[in-house]
């Protein structure tokens, strides 16, 4: 069975820094385009950020300059950097790894931007 495992979430001030997480040792990772997105409260889910095979990288308008995904396929891992963070950035982010047909899902991590 595939696991992602996210880490890194938790409660943080307006302004503040959060660096997530998202490991997987059940699948040859370097294949994977992964993802990060977010749920909030009474909202749907949403893309927050991509980074293909190739390590290009596309993200939500409103965290451009502000988020930073990265990948690290020696150590299966891929990362979100957040920075600036906003109290509409509160919402549980979910790691995603897409190839082919095969689509996995992370058990998500709680974001919460408060003061």
């Known amino acids: 069975q595939v696991q992602l495992v996210e880490s890194g979430g938790g409660l943080v001030q307006p302004g503040g820094f959060l660096r997530l997480s998202c490991a997987s040792s059940s699948i040859i990772f370097n294949l994977y385009e992964m993802a990060w997105y977010r749920q909030a409260p009474g909202k749907q889910r949403e893309l927050v950020a991509r980074?293909?095979?190739?390590?290009?990288?596309n993200y939500l308008d409103s965290v451009k300059g502000r988020f930073t995904i990265s990948r690290d396929n020696a150590k299966n891992t891929v990362y979100l950097q957040m920075n600036s963070l906003k109290p509409e950035d509160t919402a549980v982010y979910y790691c995603?790894?897409?190839?082919?047909?095969?689509?996995?899902w992370g058990q998500g991590t709680q974001v919460t931007v408060s003061s």
């Open positions: 980074i293909f095979t190739d390590s290009n990288t």
């Open positions: 995603n790894a897409q190839y082919d047909r095969r689509d996995y």
